[in-house]
């Protein structure tokens, strides 16, 4: 019996010493608190079976003994063994942790989908929608808001090269807010972000005038973003303005009957050295946080959200 005794006072000083170190992990994965709770509800089980099993299980004699620590190791074994990721997924993350996780996830399924159509299914973009919405709150409102409009914007094929940088900025903005010790440092400084997010920009107004139709008013605004292009001009900047003004004068004179100067994001229409100076200027959306938004800017986010917030009422309303 004393044998018992001290097998069982070792298993429950081993439960108490990962209770704690799986504490920490909960902690660090904030986990919510019944997280935590059903964590010490399966130490407390594993103690309480090593005190009432095993003294038991010594006590007996005969062939039923070893049936007995079997099963009794088995019992234990298992408890001892439920993932503690299980209890995560069960109990689920605070709000505003679990909005940081579905964050990355919304990075990584919206460049799946920008690199390859189909890449992911909608059903599954569909559901990282509905997460969104069910983990908003009042101080993140915005914030969800923007994630989810860039995953229904690529559902719908009809995300532009502005407003995925825009909200790139912005997403970025209310993060440091939110968690502001949690976030990467920018790549460059507050003044070369907005100069590489206002060629950005201009680049984008370009792809948008050079649509497939395009009438003699944006004709006109076409040719005069072609001069004005030129203000960004410096050394590192060449290629790509020389790039992007040798296909816009291809375009105008011999422009292809509907068909856009630039579809999509392959960028072909600049040349073979199009797509290389694309990646090497802007080749993480890093390189645009810390841009100024203007009140242009500023404008055209609150009316996107605005276009997404009157689609998102019927389909609530339908469910």
């Not at 440091?176 to 972000?193: C, G, L, N, S």
Request: aromatic fraction near 8%.
């Amino acid at each position: 019996m004393i044998t018992a005794i001290i097998a069982a006072a070792a298993i429950s000083v081993l439960a108490f010493f990962f209770f704690i170190a799986e504490g920490d992990d909960l902690s660090e994965a904030h986990a919510r608190t019944r997280a935590q709770v059903l964590n010490a509800f399966r130490w407390a089980i594993v103690i309480a079976l090593s005190w009432l099993l095993i003294p038991s299980a010594a006590s007996q004699t005969g062939p039923d003994r070893l049936g007995t620590v079997l099963g009794l190791a088995l019992l234990i074994g298992a408890t001892i063994l439920i993932p503690v990721r299980w209890f995560v997924q069960l109990a689920g993350r605070v709000p505003v942790w679990e909005l940081r996780r579905t964050k990355t996830e919304v990075s990584l399924l919206a460049n799946k989908v920008r690199l390859g159509k189909g890449a992911v299914p909608v059903s599954r973009l569909e559901e990282t929608i509905s997460h969104i919405r069910a983990i908003r709150t009042p101080s993140t409102a915005e914030l969800c808001d923007l994630l989810a409009a860039q995953i229904d914007d690529l559902i719908a094929g009809r995300e532009s090269w502005n407003e995925a940088g825009r909200r790139s900025i912005r997403i970025d903005e209310l993060s440091r807010a939110v968690w502001p010790y949690d976030m990467p440092p920018p790549e460059v400084d507050p003044d070369e972000a907005t100069f590489l997010w206002r060629l950005y920009r201009h680049f984008g107004r370009m792809m948008e005038m050079g649509s497939a139709d395009p009438t003699p008013t944006e004709l006109s605004d076409y040719s005069e973003m072609m001069t004005s292009i030129d203000e960004f001009r410096r050394p590192d900047t060449l290629r790509f303005i020389d790039a992007v003004l040798q296909s816009a004068d291809r375009w105008l004179a011999d422009p292809v009957v509907g068909a856009p100067w630039i579809s999509g994001y392959g960028f072909e229409a600049l040349g073979p050295d199009g797509l290389d100076e694309v990646l090497r200027l802007w080749r993480r959306d890093a390189v645009l946080w810390g841009a100024h938004l203007d009140d242009e800017d500023r404008l055209a986010l609150k009316t996107d959200l605005a276009r997404h917030a009157t689609v998102a009422e019927p389909e609530s309303g339908a469910s």
